[in-house]
């Protein structure tokens, strides 16, 4: 069945984070001066940094450069009602995206070459989605200055260490669910849960040779085994013990997790309110880009 994504105008990134990355946001909302410490110093010194790496050494995509990719970003931007960053495509081993999670003056989103070779155009949309899903969420302006937190208290000897190793404990936790809120985003963006599930898998595993062979529904079912290993305390150790210092919850847990979220009531509501209507899989033309 073919749809229309209808662009979720007024679209709050409250309304699909994750309840940790949520709650931990709102806290950290609270402590004065925070929002200007990043935004008006720290952003703009790190953005500009990353501008000169981007335009040194990567493709800036744009109508007349890669216009597929453009499409894909502009498409993602308007259903998620965010204003479109500059998307760099970079030659690179490894299969990754990422970006300073900040709306400054010149936001990004980098697609590595290994990863595109990997994923559908459809699959490529998801990846930008959830990139878009970190700048949506303002996520560095909040762990910028954790991170330099952490590196205050580990100079304090002894009890700071154990301070910075408390907080960063905590961090990484918020970390991983701020991967599960952006893999949301990307969920908003192609209204399609395989596509994102299919993501997660051939990042666990995939290869452009291995790619046709990838079964989707035995992906997910290995959700189930990692589960079951929770239900032995010797299983829970080595579960914790593997994701403690991991800054992206494992594939599997996070297909299982965008697998929950699709099927909730939170996720059918907040699409419904937005008025998803059937049609041949374009962008509803339906509003503009929102100031921000």
Request: proline share 7%.
């Amino acid at each position: 069945m073919s749809f229309f994504k209808t662009p979720l105008i007024g679209l709050k990134a409250d309304s699909f984070r994750h309840p940790l990355d949520l709650e931990a946001t709102r806290a950290l909302k609270q402590i004065p001066g925070i929002d200007m410490l990043v935004r008006n110093w720290l952003g703009p010194m790190a953005e500009q940094v990353f501008y000169v790496e981007n335009i040194a050494s990567s493709v800036l995509v744009g109508e007349k450069q890669l216009p597929d990719l453009h499409k894909l970003l502009l498409d993602a931007c308007k259903i998620l009602d965010i204003d479109p960053p500059q998307l760099y495509v970079r030659q690179h081993p490894a299969p990754n995206a990422y970006t300073f999670a900040v709306r400054g003056k010149q936001p990004f989103v980098v697609l590595h070459t290994s990863l595109i070779d990997m994923l559908t155009p459809e699959e490529i949309q998801a990846v930008i989605a959830h990139e878009l899903g970190h700048l949506k969420c303002d996520h560095s302006v909040y762990l910028t200055p954790v991170n330099l937190l952490i590196l205050a208290a580990a100079i304090v000897p002894n009890v700071g260490t154990f301070v910075a190793q408390a907080i960063q404990a905590q961090l990484l936790e918020w970390v991983r669910c701020a991967e599960f809120t952006c893999d949301r985003a990307a969920l908003l963006a192609t209204q399609d849960p395989k596509v994102v599930m299919s993501v997660l898998m051939k990042l666990a595993g995939g290869s452009p040779t291995l790619a046709p062979q990838l079964n989707l529904d035995a992906f997910v079912a290995q959700a189930r085994a990692y589960d079951d290993i929770s239900k032995t305390e010797l299983g829970e150790m080595v579960k914790a013990a593997r994701t403690a210092q991991l800054t992206h919850p494992v594939p599997v847990l996070r297909a299982r997790e965008i697998d929950r979220w699709a099927s909730s009531t939170e996720y059918q509501t907040l699409l419904q309110s937005h008025g998803l209507k059937s049609t041949n899989n374009e962008v509803a033309p339906k509003g503009g880009w929102r100031n921000w």
